[in-house]
Protein backbone atom coordinates (compact mmCIF):
# COMPACT_ATOMS: atom_id res chain seq x y z
CA UNK A 1 0.00 0.00 0.00
CA UNK A 2 1.17 3.40 -0.71
CA UNK A 3 0.93 6.41 1.84
CA UNK A 4 0.72 10.14 1.16
CA UNK A 5 3.58 10.73 4.02
CA UNK A 6 7.17 10.44 4.47
CA UNK A 7 8.42 10.20 1.17
CA UNK A 8 11.29 7.77 0.32
CA UNK A 9 13.70 8.41 -2.89
CA UNK A 10 14.82 5.56 -4.61
CA UNK A 11 17.95 6.72 -7.07
CA UNK A 12 17.58 8.25 -10.63
CA UNK A 13 17.55 6.22 -13.57
CA UNK A 14 17.88 7.00 -16.89
CA UNK A 15 15.59 6.17 -19.37
CA UNK A 16 15.14 7.31 -22.84
CA UNK A 17 13.38 10.33 -24.49
CA UNK A 18 10.41 9.16 -26.97
CA UNK A 19 12.13 12.10 -29.32
CA UNK A 20 15.64 12.84 -30.65
CA UNK A 21 17.24 15.60 -31.43
CA UNK A 22 19.50 15.84 -34.35
CA UNK A 23 19.90 12.27 -34.40
CA UNK A 24 20.99 11.42 -31.38
CA UNK A 25 18.82 10.83 -27.61
CA UNK A 26 18.27 12.43 -24.91
CA UNK A 27 18.19 10.51 -21.69
CA UNK A 28 15.74 12.18 -18.87
CA UNK A 29 16.34 11.44 -15.03
CA UNK A 30 13.26 10.09 -13.55
CA UNK A 31 12.48 9.90 -9.46
CA UNK A 32 10.39 7.28 -8.48
CA UNK A 33 8.59 8.55 -4.88
CA UNK A 34 7.07 6.07 -2.78
CA UNK A 35 5.63 6.92 0.75
CA UNK A 36 6.49 5.29 3.81
CA UNK A 37 3.45 4.69 6.17
CA UNK A 38 3.08 7.65 8.91
CA UNK A 39 4.46 7.09 12.29
CA UNK A 40 2.16 8.50 15.54
CA UNK A 41 3.59 9.31 18.63
CA UNK A 42 1.10 9.64 21.15
CA UNK A 43 1.67 11.76 24.96
CA UNK A 44 1.84 8.74 26.67
CA UNK A 45 5.17 8.18 24.78
CA UNK A 46 6.25 11.07 27.03
CA UNK A 47 7.08 11.73 30.70
CA UNK A 48 4.93 15.07 31.74
CA UNK A 49 6.86 17.97 33.44
CA UNK A 50 5.86 18.49 37.14
CA UNK A 51 2.98 20.97 37.24
CA UNK A 52 5.59 23.08 39.39
CA UNK A 53 7.86 23.79 36.39
CA UNK A 54 4.95 24.11 33.20
CA UNK A 55 4.25 27.64 34.45
CA UNK A 56 7.74 28.97 35.01
CA UNK A 57 9.57 30.35 32.24
CA UNK A 58 13.25 31.69 32.82
CA UNK A 59 13.58 35.24 31.45
CA UNK A 60 17.18 37.04 30.96
CA UNK A 61 16.83 40.42 32.49
CA UNK A 62 17.57 43.14 29.38
CA UNK A 63 21.08 44.56 28.76
CA UNK A 64 23.16 45.35 31.78
CA UNK A 65 25.73 48.65 31.17
CA UNK A 66 27.77 47.23 33.57
CA UNK A 67 28.65 44.60 31.83
CA UNK A 68 28.45 45.99 28.72
CA UNK A 69 30.99 48.54 29.80
CA UNK A 70 33.58 45.71 30.76
CA UNK A 71 32.53 43.46 28.38
CA UNK A 72 33.78 45.79 25.42
CA UNK A 73 36.86 46.94 27.15
CA UNK A 74 38.36 43.21 27.16
CA UNK A 75 36.67 42.81 23.56
CA UNK A 76 38.64 45.65 22.30
CA UNK A 77 41.93 44.74 24.48
CA UNK A 78 41.88 40.85 22.90
CA UNK A 79 40.62 41.88 19.23
CA UNK A 80 43.89 44.01 19.41
CA UNK A 81 46.21 40.98 20.56
CA UNK A 82 44.75 38.74 18.07
CA UNK A 83 45.07 41.06 14.77
CA UNK A 84 48.46 42.30 16.07
CA UNK A 85 49.92 38.76 14.63
CA UNK A 86 48.70 40.11 11.04
CA UNK A 87 50.38 43.86 11.00
CA UNK A 88 51.21 42.97 7.31
CA UNK A 89 47.68 42.90 6.68
CA UNK A 90 46.18 45.70 9.23
CA UNK A 91 49.94 47.97 8.79
CA UNK A 92 48.99 51.21 10.79
CA UNK A 93 45.10 50.84 10.60
CA UNK A 94 45.50 48.29 13.10
CA UNK A 95 43.97 50.53 16.38
CA UNK A 96 40.94 51.90 13.76
CA UNK A 97 40.05 49.12 13.02
CA UNK A 98 39.36 47.79 16.23
CA UNK A 99 37.91 51.00 17.56
CA UNK A 100 35.56 50.60 14.69
CA UNK A 101 34.96 46.81 15.25
CA UNK A 102 34.71 48.06 19.20
CA UNK A 103 32.08 50.64 18.95
CA UNK A 104 29.97 48.82 17.20
CA UNK A 105 30.50 45.57 19.32
CA UNK A 106 29.56 48.06 22.59
CA UNK A 107 26.71 49.33 20.85
CA UNK A 108 25.15 45.86 20.45
CA UNK A 109 26.20 44.85 23.94
CA UNK A 110 24.42 47.87 25.92
CA UNK A 111 21.52 47.47 23.69
CA UNK A 112 20.50 44.06 22.53
CA UNK A 113 22.49 41.43 24.17
CA UNK A 114 20.97 40.24 27.16
CA UNK A 115 22.22 37.00 28.06
CA UNK A 116 23.30 33.21 27.03
CA UNK A 117 20.82 32.98 23.64
CA UNK A 118 20.76 36.47 22.55
CA UNK A 119 24.53 36.85 20.87
CA UNK A 120 23.48 37.59 17.24
CA UNK A 121 25.46 37.51 13.96
CA UNK A 122 24.44 41.02 12.85
CA UNK A 123 27.05 43.08 14.52
CA UNK A 124 29.90 41.29 13.08
CA UNK A 125 28.24 41.50 9.34
CA UNK A 126 27.99 45.74 10.48
CA UNK A 127 31.53 45.00 11.40
CA UNK A 128 32.23 44.08 7.93
CA UNK A 129 30.44 46.60 6.19
CA UNK A 130 31.37 49.63 8.21
CA UNK A 131 35.07 48.69 7.50
CA UNK A 132 34.52 48.41 3.62
CA UNK A 133 33.02 51.68 4.00
CA UNK A 134 36.10 53.02 5.63
CA UNK A 135 38.32 51.56 3.21
CA UNK A 136 39.96 50.07 5.93
CA UNK A 137 42.31 46.60 5.55
CA UNK A 138 41.37 43.30 6.40
CA UNK A 139 37.26 43.48 6.89
CA UNK A 140 36.54 39.79 6.88
CA UNK A 141 39.42 38.97 9.21
CA UNK A 142 38.09 41.53 11.17
CA UNK A 143 34.70 40.31 11.58
CA UNK A 144 35.74 36.64 11.75
CA UNK A 145 37.62 37.27 14.69
CA UNK A 146 35.38 39.32 16.05
CA UNK A 147 32.56 36.96 16.19
CA UNK A 148 35.15 34.01 17.21
CA UNK A 149 35.99 35.92 20.09
CA UNK A 150 32.39 36.98 21.11
CA UNK A 151 31.33 33.21 20.75
CA UNK A 152 34.11 31.99 22.75
CA UNK A 153 33.34 34.42 25.47
CA UNK A 154 30.60 36.36 25.77
CA UNK A 155 27.80 34.11 27.11
CA UNK A 156 30.46 32.46 30.03
CA UNK A 157 31.55 36.18 31.15
CA UNK A 158 27.68 36.89 31.52
CA UNK A 159 27.23 33.88 33.21
CA UNK A 160 30.45 34.63 35.18
CA UNK A 161 29.18 37.76 35.90
CA UNK A 162 25.94 37.87 37.01
CA UNK A 163 27.08 34.74 39.58
CA UNK A 164 29.10 37.41 41.21
CA UNK A 165 25.82 39.39 41.60
CA UNK A 166 24.30 36.81 42.99
CA UNK A 167 26.59 36.21 46.24
Not at 61 to 80: C, H, I, M, S, Y
Not at 96 to 115: P, Q, R
Not at 155 to 167: G, T, V
Amino acid sequence: MVSLCNPILFPPTAIPAQTSISGGSILRTAFFVLHAPPTFSTARNFPKAPKSVLGQKFVYPGAAPDFAAVETQRFKVELLKELSKEKETFGSDIRTVVNVCAEIFSEFMHKDYGGPGTLVIEPFSDMMVALNEKNLPGAPLAARASLLWAQNHVDQDWEDWNSKLRK
